[in-house]
């Protein structure tokens, strides 16, 4: 909140707008103050290990891998993962799920439908910040190196 305040220390404000409907100008002079609240935020996200977990011959078409993700600063409250190609420029899924967790330490598991190398964006995410970690993974049917 802006609000109008009698210190004659505090230094001016003008503000302009533009009207976008007929060219109006509005002018506001004073003096203004406000208070501002820093948050810590997520600070760094880091992928500690990959698990190849292992399923039954009728589940092989899919290989799901475990990331075990730590993160410092604030909690998160959600997680993306984006699955690119090897030089993780071209997007091929995205996948973001809600969290509650009270430690920034969470595994991610992810599904994988064929063999292949593979680009990793892990984002963690609350309602000021965000942190990503990538790695590179390569998926061989119901390996993974």
Do not use: W
Request: charged share 20%.
């Amino acid at each position: 909140t802006i609000e109008p305040s009698s210190n004659p220390d505090s230094s001016a404000v003008e503000t302009t707008e533009d009207n976008p409907d007929g060219g109006c100008h509005i002018y506001r002079y004073g003096y203004y103050r406000t208070d501002i609240s820093i948050v810590e935020g997520i600070l760094e996200v880091n992928i500690i290990q990959m698990t190849n977990i292992q399923m039954t011959e009728s589940q092989a078409e899919n290989s799901l891998v475990d990331f075990v993700v730590t993160c410092q600063g604030s909690l998160p409250t959600d997680v993306c993962t984006v699955v690119s190609d090897p030089t993780c420029q071209v997007s091929r899924s995205m996948v973001c799920d809600p969290i509650v967790t009270d430690k920034c330490h969470l595994t991610v598991r992810r599904a994988f439908d064929e063999p292949g190398t593979y680009c990793i964006n892990i984002t963690l995410g609350d309602d000021t910040s965000q942190a990503l970690a990538s790695a590179l993974i390569s998926v061989n049917g119901g390996e993974f190196a």
